[in-house]
């Protein structure tokens, strides 16, 4: 199993950027998918998560009306769309697969990170 992530780097506050997640190496469309973050000196935090139909998607109350999740079954990738970024949400963003939950403990498979810096 493999997930990679994509997309992160320096962004000026007030920007945008796209996170991308390619998994491989197990049935992509059989997980909900996630991302959580890692800020400096703070604990792993969830992000956002989406079923495997793109039906049903959670946010944390930080990243919601800013943030989208969603996801492309036929090319095993989903995706994390972040608007108005401020320098709150400069962390390490992991891809995530396994069940549709905030708990970090449900989610079976994890990339390993992608830096994500917004500049205020």
């Not at 995530?96 to 939950?101: A, D, I, N, R, V």
Request: with cysteine; net charge neutral; charged share 15%.
């Amino acid at each position: 199993v493999q997930l990679v992530e994509s997309g992160g780097g320096l962004v000026q506050a007030g920007g945008s950027l796209r996170l991308s997640c390619v998994g491989s190496g197990y049935n992509f469309v059989a997980y909900s998918m996630g991302w959580f973050r890692q800020a400096p000196d703070k604990a792993r935090e969830f992000v956002a998560a989406i079923g495997w139909n793109s039906v049903t998607k959670l946010y944390a109350d930080p990243v919601k009306g800013r943030f989208n999740i969603s996801r492309d079954n036929a090319e095993n990738t989903v995706y994390l769309h972040m608007n108005n970024l401020t320098a709150e949400d400069t962390a390490v963003y992991y891809c995530t697969g396994g069940s549709l939950s905030r708990n970090s403990e449900h989610h079976s498979f994890w990339g390993q990170g992608t830096q994500v810096t917004v500049s205020s």
